[in-house]
């Protein structure tokens, strides 16, 4: 299909494409997503299949995936200018490169090839992008729609991708009725909007919480500016601030949850195999043990690993003269049990605490980002961990995972907590590195699809930020916004039960870079046929 377009009308499309892609991060609606695409797509129609028209058709590309990226998360900027330039070139190859995979097949094959190879193409690069090695899946399109989630309850069977799925094909559709109109086609155009709503209302409506015991959990936010305060202030004075609020936990409470990297910086160096070594750790235990000692507090902490010598150290260990050992971003859990309860973040910010590519960059290891006191490429686990708690109200025990910030952005890892036991999710975090803007805002939204997807109370803890409660339907019951210092205490309901996104995952994605391969594979037969055909 051919339109006429003149230049300036190009550009308004484009500039259109970015609004509606980004309203969904901007806390106005994600709705608008469902046709976020379509002037792109008329773009890519108003264009014919010659070489030169490919390359305009990919500035235009470049510039609608780069102005939704600068647009939605240009505050990593405050954290690391070159973050967001890395952020806005993946987007523009990655994502824009299946949009000019659509469009070159688009010219040459049926629309029908051309359509499926951007649906499966844009559900494999999300994928991609969620587990590369340089991975920052901020702009999966299921997100937008963190603001809304009524509409999306089934993300419970879907997960995200889901999102991304009804996205892509409400904008074929819409797209198709703009260029072709016909009743037939605005009915099927309306239905691929409204049905999936439908189905989100009625899962919404007749979810229900599993009985049991209910858990009274206390969530801390310190509020310590991270560039002003929390590597500077001495670990003594950050201990007497978290006790004072720690304190205002109620005398039954069963958790209280402190945040991200709240202890092992600044001096208080915790090794693991010594953990009341550490003056914070051997303080909040202290404080447990005497105050709520049928309570469980989960911290985040900077923590140390010793090896016994090169050959038994991890591909990501660090060396101090003969000292061999690894550093980690963790979560730390103290309760009447003494056996140590650890969890190790696994998925670390690339350029702060990741190096990608490790094997083949591992000389160049000094020159990552030095982001609040952490150098070098942090360790990982190769396990998912929970905590659990058993006391007189819970005598059978109750499972906590705690995902430490930047992991409540990954749908099937975090799921996957709960898919191995976890019956409640503590996020932890620091979300202050990006001052008082989106950014915060975003990262605290996810943690409402997180919720829907595993069906759990997400028992949020930030240093500053959001901190508060979300249902299992991804609800906030309370929250404690920026530039806030206090507590918040919540009756939450612990669920055993796996919702069938935390035991298959993200298989939308991978399913669609098995059909993605086949529809490449089958266009260069077609091609070929094509050919051959001619030569006769």
């Not at 950014?439 to 508060?468: D, K, M, P």
């Amino acid at each position: 299909m051919n339109i006429t377009l003149k230049p300036f009308q190009r550009a308004i499309l484009a500039l259109l494409s970015i609004v509606l892609l980004s309203l969904g991060w901007l806390r106005v609606s994600g709705l608008t997503l469902l046709v976020g695409l379509v002037p792109l797509l008329l773009i890519s129609a108003s264009y014919d299949a010659s070489r030169r028209s490919f390359w305009r058709m990919f500035g235009w590309s470049a510039l609608v995936m780069g102005g939704w990226t600068v647009a939605t998360c240009w505050w990593i900027y405050y954290a690391a200018a070159v973050g967001i330039v890395a952020a806005t070139i993946v987007a523009i190859l990655l994502f824009g490169g299946v949009v000019m995979l659509y469009h070159y097949f688009s010219k040459r094959a049926k629309p029908s090839l051309a359509y499926l190879t951007l649906v499966c193409g844009w559900l494999w690069a999300e994928h991609f992008y969620l587990n590369a090695e340089i991975s920052f899946p901020w702009l999966v399109l299921g997100n937008g729609f963190a603001g809304d989630v009524w509409a999306v309850q089934w993300y419970e069977y879907t997960g995200a991708l889901g999102g991304s799925l009804w996205v892509l094909l409400a904008n074929i559709l819409a797209f198709e009725w703009v260029v072709k109109r016909g009743k037939k086609r605005a009915a099927a155009a309306l239905a691929v909007v409204v049905v999936p709503m439908v189905v989100s209302l009625i899962v919404g409506g007749t979810y229900r919480q599993e009985g049991g015991p209910s858990a009274t959990v206390t969530v801390v936010q310190p509020n310590f500016d991270p560039y002003t305060e929390k590597y500077t202030l001495s670990p003594s004075a950050q201990t007497s601030t978290m006790l004072s609020l720690m304190a205002e936990a109620p005398a039954d409470v069963d958790y209280i949850v402190l945040p991200e990297t709240v202890i092992g910086d600044a001096g208080d160096n915790i090794w693991e195999e010594n953990i009341f070594g550490s003056r914070s750790v051997s303080a909040f235990e202290q404080f447990r043990a005497s105050r709520y000692p049928e309570a469980q507090i989960i911290t985040g902490a900077m923590t140390f690993h010793r090896y016994l010598d090169e050959r038994s150290a991890s591909p990501t260990a660090r060396r101090s003269g003969a000292l061999w050992y690894d550093r980690y971003n963790a979560a730390i859990a103290l309760d009447r049990d003494s056996t140590l309860k650890v969890s190790h973040k696994s998925k670390l910010v690339v350029g702060v605490e990741k190096m990608p590519y490790m094997n083949l960059l591992k000389p160049l290891e000094k020159l990552i980002v030095n982001l609040g006191g952490t150098t070098g490429q942090l360790g990982v686990d190769k396990y998912r961990r929970s905590f659990l708690l058993r006391n007189s109200r819970h005598p059978y025990g109750v499972q906590a995972a705690a995902p430490i910030c930047y992991e409540s952005v990954y749908g099937e890892h975090f799921a996957g907590f709960t898919a191995d036991g976890a019956q409640l999710m503590m996020v932890i975090t620091n979300d202050g590195w990006w001052h008082d803007t989106e950014g915060y805002r975003q990262h605290f939204s996810y943690s409402r699809l997180r919720a829907i997807e595993t069906r759990r109370w997400v028992c949020r803890a930030a240093n500053t930020g959001i901190s508060g409660f979300i249902s299992p339907k991804g609800e906030v019951v309370q929250s404690l916004g920026w530039d806030q210092r206090g507590t918040l205490t919540q009756q939450v309901q612990p669920q055993r039960k796996a919702t069938f996104y935390a035991i298959a995952g993200d298989y939308l994605g991978r399913l669609g870079g098995y059909v993605l391969l086949l529809c490449v594979l089958y266009f260069i037969s077609y091609r070929i046929k094509q050919k051959n055909h001619l030569v006769k």
